[in-house]
């Protein structure tokens, strides 16, 4: 949360924001007038949410907590488009739409994940590896525990960034209703926005919250350690690891987990200049705001990588894939969703299709919302946890 008493308003916040870069004098007037009006045109437009801003603020006061309530705010009172409401409850949204995709193929296994059996453990595969990124999760590296997945039992990470902790707190407890149903006890998350809000924000705000979470590369990088996982096939790459902007809220150990996975399977590792805690967001949160801007975020965190002469990019979050592939592939390096460079060195032939399906999800949407014009029109809010249409 904002600390409006510590805050020195120096602007530092604004100024250094690789979305807003405002000009220093420009960026102490914007602070002081945000903390005043809580309101700004600048944010609502450009921020993306990603917290950098928190890591170099000389006094620790936590401004993107102020650009969170202006965006909230502005979303309690207007609505947002159904597109980021991942629920069954709205008619498109971005899950739906990337389902559209090879849906026949897809519609058997989504059942699967929806319906698994009891276990205590789980791997908990996130929506975008239920709906779009459906080939990541074909793997034997995912052969010991059942698979949960789908809009049912999203996280709600987009009901906490659009609407709020007190949103959150009534899906998170429906969540654990339904973890308890089917007598889970740990899951092990594919997607860093899961991490945030299973692991970082639900054992906050719910009393009885008792999942315990780890992500897939401690899960792999643990069962390495156990003598019951072999990468018998070497990543002979020069890599270099995406940070993913949720991550920022949990134990910094999270960050060395993916460096140790990827050396452990013979890669060399590389660091671009903005790691861990301080590593710069993809864009992706402000792709259908600001086209221009993410392509801009998205060509320099690239560059980043470019310049410490990295072969290939690996990623956990497959929103950074959406936003980093194609300026990826324009510069040589190579994407992968770091599952992928895990089955590569066991010996499996991942599809590799990443980018190939980031392409043709982006087109499908596109067109979409050429062809349904209530998509931006239509403006949703989410209440007591019911999804209300404006
Ligand atoms: S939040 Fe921090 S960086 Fe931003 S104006 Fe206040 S003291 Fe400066
Ligand atoms: S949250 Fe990210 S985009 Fe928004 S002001 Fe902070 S650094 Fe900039």
């Known amino acids: 949360m904002f600390n409006e008493e510590?805050?020195?308003?120096?602007?530092?916040?604004?100024?250094?924001?690789?979305?807003?870069?405002?000009?220093?004098?420009?960026?102490?007037?914007?602070?002081?007038?945000?903390?005043?009006?809580?309101?700004?045109?600048?944010?609502?437009?450009?921020?993306?949410?990603?917290?950098?801003?928190?890591?170099?603020?000389?006094?620790?006061?936590?401004?993107?907590?102020?650009?969170?309530?202006?965006?909230?705010?502005?979303?309690?009172?207007?609505?947002?488009?159904?597109?980021?409401?991942?629920?069954?409850?709205?008619?498109l949204n971005l899950m739906s739409i990337g389902f559209e995709l090879e849906i026949e193929k897809k519609?058997?296994?989504?059942?699967?994940?929806?319906?698994?059996?009891?276990?205590?453990?789980?791997?908990?595969?996130?929506?975008?590896?239920?709906?779009?990124?459906?080939?990541?999760?074909?793997?034997?590296?995912?052969?010991?525990?059942?698979?949960?997945?789908?809009?049912?039992?999203?996280?709600?990470?987009?009901?906490?960034?659009?609407?709020?902790?007190?949103?959150?707190?009534?899906?998170?407890?429906?969540?654990?209703?339904?973890?308890?149903?089917?007598g889970v006890e740990k899951i092990i998350s594919f997607c860093p926005g899961c991490d945030r809000i299973t692991r970082g924000l639900y054992p906050e705000i719910i009393e009885d919250y008792n999942i315990e979470s780890q992500s897939i590369i401690e899960y792999l990088v643990e069962k390495y350690h156990r003598g019951e996982l072999e990468f018998t096939n070497k990543i002979d790459k020069r890599i270099t690891f995406h940070d993913p902007c949720p991550w920022r809220s949990l134990d910094r150990k999270i960050y060395e987990s993916p460096r140790e996975l990827l050396e452990i399977m013979g890669a060399e590792v590389v660091e671009m200049s903005h790691n861990r805690e301080k590593s710069l967001c993809c864009g992706a949160p402000v792709s259908f705001r600001n086209r221009a801007l993410a392509e801009k975020i998205a060509n320099m965190r690239v560059s980043e990588a470019e310049e410490v002469g990295a072969e290939a990019l690996a990623f956990i979050c497959t929103g950074c894939v959406f936003a980093?592939?194609?300026?990826?592939?324009?510069?040589?390096?190579?994407?992968?969703?770091?599952?992928?460079?895990?089955?590569?060195?066991i010996g499996e032939k991942p599809p590799h299709r990443i980018v190939e399906v980031t392409n043709q999800a982006m087109?499908?949407?596109?067109?979409?919302?050429?062809?349904?014009?209530?998509?931006?029109?239509?403006?949703?809010i989410i209440k007591n946890g019911v999804v209300q249409k404006l």
């Open 6 to 91: 510590t805050c020195e308003r120096c602007g530092t916040c604004l100024s250094r924001c690789p979305f807003l870069q405002l000009p220093l004098e420009k960026a102490k007037e914007e602070i002081s007038r945000m903390i005043e009006t809580r309101t700004s045109e600048e944010i609502l437009r450009n921020c993306a949410g990603c917290s950098y801003c928190n890591t170099i603020c000389p006094t620790r006061s936590e401004p993107a907590g102020l650009r969170k309530e202006i965006r909230l705010k502005k979303n309690r009172e207007e609505g947002v488009g159904s597109l980021l409401l991942i629920t069954e409850e709205v008619p």
């Open 107 to 182: 519609r058997e296994n989504l059942k699967k994940y929806m319906n698994p059996p009891k276990s205590k453990e789980m791997f908990y595969i996130g929506c975008s590896l239920s709906y779009i990124y459906t080939d990541l999760v074909k793997t034997k590296l995912l052969e010991d525990l059942p698979l949960l997945g789908g809009m049912k039992y999203c996280c709600g990470g987009y009901v906490n960034s659009l609407f709020g902790q007190e949103e959150a707190k009534i899906k998170g407890k429906k969540l654990l209703k339904e973890f308890n149903k089917l």
């Open 324 to 345: 980093l592939s194609k300026s990826a592939v324009e510069k040589n390096i190579e994407a992968y969703y770091i599952t992928e460079l895990a089955q590569k060195a």
């Open 363 to 380: 087109e499908l949407m596109a067109r979409k919302i050429v062809e349904n014009t209530s998509l931006l029109k239509d403006k949703y």
